[in-house]
């Protein structure tokens, strides 16, 4: 579904209107979440510090988060910094990120509303630093009227952790009475990750050409389609996105079902002889 009312197609530069007038724009996915992955490797192939690659990397999101609004996606949901970020890293590299998030959204805040965007966030994120809690609630009170692209960042996150939030939380009302343990269904599960809100992503990114999930939405991308650029996070921009989806919309999402091409089984499948071995 695409936000239709936020559609600012003629604001696109040229390589990117180019590619977007390739799209069908009802067949746009609603929801597409980015592993951004690459940000030292970037640097390191500069001889730069990594803090480098991570300013650059900051760009990126501001860029492709544009090209997300012009188009009318509803949701974009980024892997900003894991669970695993925070307890691996150099505490170093953790602080100058955490500065890095507190400047992205103060220096950002007015583009986010220039282009209609709402910013809200997934994660532990109770356990990051009081003074960036308050500028991260203070950019989400400043675009929660926004109606356009809903840019999620996740942040100290770990889909492990939200399945182990979800079932603590499920468990309480297990014992408070209020849900029967044996009639626990997926969707009891849903209402309590952190994204209970959003729909399930349609198409999964990664950069840097990694193929793996990294723990990212374990539950959320049970059928999304995986797309996976060897193109490093900082250099990754707009026209990268609308790349990725036109490889999207050459797909066709079967659930767990045939493909309208396979046609009709002649055969009964009763009379079909199984061969031992």
Do not use: C
């Amino acid at each position: 579904m695409v936000l239709t009312d936020s559609l600012r197609v003629e604001e696109l530069p040229p390589e990117e209107r180019a590619i977007y007038a390739t799209l069908k724009p009802e067949r746009l996915p609603e929801h597409v979440a980015i592993i951004m992955d690459g940000n030292g490797r970037w640097a390191g192939r500069r001889s730069l510090r990594r803090f480098f690659g991570h300013q650059q990397g900051a760009k990126s999101v501001q860029l492709v988060t544009e090209t997300a609004s012009r188009i009318g996606l509803p949701w974009l949901t980024l892997y900003a910094f894991s669970l695993e970020n925070n307890l691996r890293r150099p505490r170093t590299e953790v602080n100058f990120l955490m500065r890095l998030l507190k400047s992205y959204l103060e220096s950002n805040l007015q583009r986010m509303m220039d282009n209609n965007v709402r910013i809200r966030y997934i994660g532990r994120t109770r356990e990051l630093p009081p003074e960036v809690q308050d500028k991260m609630r203070w950019a989400a009170e400043a675009t929660a009227r926004n109606t356009g692209t809903t840019l999620t960042l996740a942040l100290n996150y770990g889909s492990r952790s939200e399945l182990v939030d979800a079932f603590r939380a499920l468990h309480a009302e297990v014992e408070a009475g209020q849900v029967s343990a044996d009639r626990i269904s997926e969707e009891d599960i849903h209402r309590h990750l952190y994204t209970a809100h959003m729909p399930d992503p349609d198409l999964l990114i990664r950069t840097s050409g990694e193929m793996r999930v990294s723990n990212y939405l374990l539950w959320q991308i049970a059928y999304s389609e995986i797309y996976i650029t060897d193109r490093l996070w900082p250099d990754f921009r707009g026209v990268h996105l609308l790349e990725a989806i036109a490889e999207f919309q050459r797909r066709e999402r079967r659930y767990g079902g045939l493909s309208e091409s396979v046609g009709e089984v002649e055969e009964d499948p009763e009379q079909i002889r199984i061969a031992a071995g």
